[in-house]
C-alpha cells in the first residue's frame, strides 16, 4: 500500500522566517510529486508540482525532491500570516499518470506574526 | 480555479436512504476524481473516471458508485447511507495538457449521514 508521511505539526514559524515542510513516501515509482495548500473548511488548492531531482522555484515556494531518498519538501520564504493553511504532499504512482493521487495526511502551519 | 461546481454543498440525510452527489466541470477535463476527507484520514480517492462512462474503483469504493454520462458531469452516488460516509467529499479534475496531470479542485460537499 502506497503511503505518503507528514509531520502532522502544528509548525509554528515566525513571521518573515523560512518555513520548511517535509514529506516521504514509500512507492519508489511514484512519478511526479504535489504541493496543495488548504485552509479550513476551504478545498485543496495546487502550489506547486515536480517531477525531477532538485529544486523547482515558484515565488516564495521552493519544491525540493530526492528520489533516491524518497523525500519531498516545499520552502516557503518571507513567511506571511496568510500562509497559515494546512499543506497537503501528494504523490501519483509510477506510469500512473491520471490514476488518483495519493495524499498524506498534512502538516498543519502557523505563522507568527 | 478549473471552474468545478458541486451540489449540493450541504447536506444532512438519514441512514439507509441514497445520496447523489454532483460534480459540475466546465474546463473540458478529461480525468474527473471522487475524494473524501476525514479527520485522521486525509484525502482517500473513492472513484475516479478517464472520461465519459469510463470509471474504475479507488481506494475506498465500497459503498459507493458514480456515472458519467457527460464530459462536464460526474456523480457520486451512496446507494444506502451509513454512519461512516459523514465526510467532506471533494470533486477534482485534471487533463493530460502538462504530463503529470496535476488536480483542480471543486469547493466540496459536507455530507451529515444522522
Known amino acids: 500500500q502506497k503511503e505518503v508521511e507528514q509531520n502532522s505539526g502544528p509548525l509554528s514559524v515566525p513571521e518573515g522566517a523560512i518555513a520548511s515542510l517535509n514529506c516521504t513516501y514509500s512507492d519508489r515509482g511514484s512519478q511526479s510529486f504535489f504541493w496543495y495548500r488548504q485552509y479550513s473548511g476551504k478545498s485543496p488548492e495546487l502550489i506547486m508540482f515536480i517531477y525531477s531531482n532538485g529544486d523547482k522555484e515558484d515565488g516564495r515556494f521552493t519544491a525540493q525532491l530526492n528520489k533516491a531518498s524518497q523525500y519531498v519538501s516545499l520552502l516557503i520564504r518571507d513567511s506571511q500570516p496568510s500562509d497559515s493553511a494546512t499543506y497537503l504532499c501528494?504523490?501519483?504512482?509510477?506510469?500512473?499518470?491520471?490514476?488518483?493521487?495519493?495524499f498524506g495526511k498534512g502538516t498543519h502551519l502557523i505563522i507568527q506574526p | 480555479d478549473a471552474g468545478i461546481t458541486q451540489s449540493p454543498r450541504h447536506k444532512v440525510t438519514e441512514t439507509g436512504t441514497p445520496v447523489t452527489l454532483r460534480c459540475h466541470q466546465t474546463?473540458?477535463?478529461?480525468?474527473m476524481y471522487w475524494y473524501r476527507q476525514d479527520p485522521g484520514h486525509g484525502l482517500r480517492l473513492i472513484h475516479y473516471s478517464y472520461g465519459v462512462k469510463d470509471t474504475d474503483k479507488g481506494e475506498v469504493s465500497d459503498g459507493y458508485s458514480v456515472s458519467r454520462s457527460k464530459t462536464e458531469d460526474f456523480l457520486l452516488t451512496l446507494e444506502s447511507a451509513t454512519s461512516s460516509q459523514t465526510s467532506v467529499y471533494f470533486c477534482?479534475?485534471?487533463?493530460?495538457?502538462?504530463?503529470?496531470?496535476?488536480?483542480?479542485f471543486g469547493p466540496g460537499t459536507r455530507l451529515t449521514v444522522t
Open positions: 474546463e473540458n477535463h478529461r480525468y
Open positions: 477534482a479534475t485534471s487533463y493530460e495538457g502538462t504530463g503529470v496531470y496535476e488536480q483542480y
Open positions: 501528494a504523490v501519483n504512482e509510477e506510469g500512473g499518470g491520471a490514476d488518483g493521487l495519493t
